[in-house]
């Protein structure tokens, strides 16, 4: 059953295109208002979504962009995109700033993880989130119980710099410091 919030994304019209963020293997690209409102009324797989897409924590994503509809601008949530197949293959996306620091959450689905995907679209939400006016930090968390979640964010350049009962806490400011074997994002005209 969809909510006012699904229904009112049906009937976003579509403003400025947001520019896609391209890596060497990847595309990250602004999600459609009907996508989101099929994730979260549950209908069925679309045929460019990779057999595990949505996992669960694409249905948090887009339950999120439902509530909060201006989260489909240049600085909000995306799909990732396998370039190779084009296939979705998981979610990353920006939180509204505070206090000069945006933060970062990803996700990408079983299937496709193990192949650096996620690393490579950290590095890139996160070099992009510090061209955004007023931003001078990104941030992002972990849960402790996912290593491999803290070494993505090492690998995107951020530092730990807390942790409490259940999160890890990880930042860095502009510039982010060099990658190592991947290439910076660069923003394509969206299609």
Do not use: C
């Not at 295109?17 to 679309?46: K, N």
């Not at 530092?159 to 860095?172: I, L, P, S």
């Amino acid at each position: 059953m969809a909510d006012s919030g699904v229904d009112s994304l049906r009937h976003v019209p579509q403003e400025t295109p947001v520019s896609d963020l391209t890596t060497d293997r990847l595309v990250l690209r602004s999600w459609p208002a009907d996508e989101v409102a099929a994730v979260v009324a549950g209908e069925s797989r679309l045929p460019h979504w990779a057999e595990d897409f949505p996992a669960e924590g694409d249905r948090v994503i887009a339950g999120f962009i439902a509530e909060h509809p201006g989260t489909l601008g240049p600085y909000g949530q995306r799909q990732i995109i396998e370039r190779a197949t084009g296939l979705v293959v998981g979610a990353v996306g920006l939180f509204p700033p505070a206090d000069g620091t945006i933060e970062f959450g990803y996700g990408i689905v079983p299937s496709r993880r193990g192949r650096g995907y996620a690393s490579e679209a950290a590095r890139a939400i996160a070099a992009f989130a510090l061209t955004a006016p007023g931003v001078h930090t990104v941030g992002a968390k972990a849960e402790l119980s996912n290593p491999a979640s803290a070494r993505v964010l090492e690998k995107t350049g951020l530092t730990r710099v807390r942790a409490d009962a259940e999160m890890a806490h990880f930042q860095a400011t502009a510039p982010l410091p060099e990658p190592s074997p991947q290439s910076p994002p660069s923003p394509q005209p969206a299609p």
